[in-house]
């Protein structure tokens, strides 16, 4: 099965800082990756899918990048509403199961 | 928009069978083809994925699939008249305790396009 390592797991940043999020595959996953955002007692919700491409409606701020085994989610001018658990997902390996990372919990410094 | 809200028992004891129901509004399951999916994600744990069911209009192409950890004992199923899945879930230990979601995504879909709609999420505890 295809692993997913994510890094860091968790994170101090300021309002209007960029942070960067990173997640490694165990193999090449093209560009099988999705990135979620899971705030308390809410599902997570969809922000990035095809490692670049932004789900409708999430602010430009938002951006995803990489292929193949390494790839990154940045966000550009945090704002308070980012604060939140950050997955990623790959899905490449389709016809076994989906693996998500760790999570990186980013917090209020 | 399609809507999807799990009902079960938040309450399970060790050794029974969990037993979960999604029930999707808003949308009909015939009306496209479809994945429906279960989730699962243990207190302060990661998300793991339990497995799902490939559908295409009335018909259920039953290739379900299924996380390895737990083949043997899930089955995922659907009642397309009721515009509902279900997961069975049996012989549950304490291991089993988390907050199951249940996931749609419409298929063909893009890379990682997968888990687009969601359900609340019920807790179920194991004791």
């Known amino acids: 099965a295809i692993q997913m390592t994510q890094s860091p797991s968790s994170l101090s940043a300021s309002v209007g800082d960029s942070v960067t999020i990173t997640c490694r595959a165990s193999q090449a996953i093209h560009n099988g990756l999705a990135w979620f955002q899971q705030k308390p007692g809410k599902a997570p919700k969809l922000l990035i899918y095809a490692a670049s491409i932004l789900e409708g409606g999430v602010p430009f701020r938002f951006s995803g990048s990489g292929s193949g085994t390494d790839f990154t989610l940045t966000i550009s001018g945090l704002q308070p509403e980012d604060f939140a658990t950050y997955f990623c997902l790959q899905d490449y390996n389709a016809s076994g199961n989906y693996n998500f990372g760790q999570g990186t919990r980013v917090e209020i410094k | 928009q399609m809507q999807l809200q799990e009902s079960g028992p938040g309450l399970v004891k060790p050794s029974q069978t969990l037993t979960l129901t999604c029930s999707v509004s808003g949308d009909s399951m015939t009306s496209h083809s479809f994945y429906w999916h279960w989730i699962r994600q243990p207190a302060g744990d990661k998300l793991e994925h339990i497995g799902h069911?490939?559908?295409?209009?009335?018909?259920?192409?039953?290739?379900?699939v299924y996380n390895p950890s737990l083949r043997g004992r899930v089955v995922i199923s659907s009642d397309m008249s009721k515009n509902q899945f279900s997961l069975r879930l049996t012989s549950v230990t304490a291991a089993d305790t988390a907050i199951y979601y249940c996931a749609s995504q419409k298929v063909p879909s893009a890379p990682g396009r997968t888990f687009v709609i969601w359900g609340q999420g019920i807790m179920v505890t194991v004791s």
């Open positions: 069911l490939s559908t295409s209009g009335t018909f259920n192409h039953g290739f379900d």
